[in-house]
Every structure is written in C-alpha cells, then in structure tokens.
C-alpha cells in the first residue's frame, strides 16, 4: 500500500536548521510530483514547497522562500526539505504529500499523504 513516512522534525530555536525526510513507499515514486504542506495550531494546512518528477523544477510558499529548500532522491524514493533560518511562526505539523498530476501547489491535487512530523521553533 502507499505509504509517506516523514521524519525530522524536533524542536529548535529560532534561526536553526532541521532537515526534513519523507520515505515512499507502495507507488512509483518518479511518477509523482512531491510537494510539503504545514499546518500551524488553529490554522489551515498552507502549502510549504513542490517540486516535479525529475528535481528540476520547484516551487515555494511566499513565507518560506529563500529559507527553505526541497530536493528529491529518486533512486532512494525519498524527498526532502531543508530548512534555514527558522522562525517561530513555522511551528507547525508538516505533511508530505505526493500528487499523480503535473507539478502544483493546491492540496487537493495531492493524492496521498503522510502522518505527519512535528517542527517547533522556540524564540
């Protein structure tokens, strides 16, 4: 079956890194577009960061660009994100999701999710 599995998540203090991973599993994954979303408490789930099937192209969320960069190994069947310079305000839960269609940032083109990892930056 599909499965997301993300990891790396913690908690940090403002103007840290943590690196984010997100496992697939039960698809093929160079089929799909990868994409991060975050849902902060009391707050829709916000679209983060996508990137397309090969690696080459990528978009981001206005509150992240220039800090966080996302990247793909699809040989490893594994997506990433990098962030810098976190803020308090990108405390939030981060999904991965994968979407069949071609590169987007709405979540409702993603077709699969995962759980979940934590993130709290603390100032």
């Known amino acids: 079956q599909v499965q997301l599995v993300e990891s790396g998540g913690g908690l940090v203090q403002a103007g840290g890194s943590l690196r984010l991973s997100c496992a697939a599993s039960g698809f093929t994954f160079s089929n799909y577009v990868m994409g991060w979303f975050r849902r902060a408490p009391g707050k829709e789930r916000e679209f983060v960061a996508t990137i397309n099937r090969g690696g080459g192209t990528t978009y981001y969320g206005d509150s992240v660009k220039g800090r966080f960069t996302i990247s793909r190994d699809n040989a490893e069947n594994t997506v990433y994100l990098s962030m810098n310079s976190l803020k308090p305000e990108d405390t939030a839960v981060y999904y991965c999701?994968?979407?069949?269609?071609?590169?987007?940032?709405?979540?409702?083109?993603?077709?699969?999710w995962g759980q979940g990892t934590q993130v709290t930056v603390s100032s």
């Open positions: 999701a994968a979407a069949r269609s071609g590169t987007t940032t709405r979540r409702g083109d993603y077709d699969h």
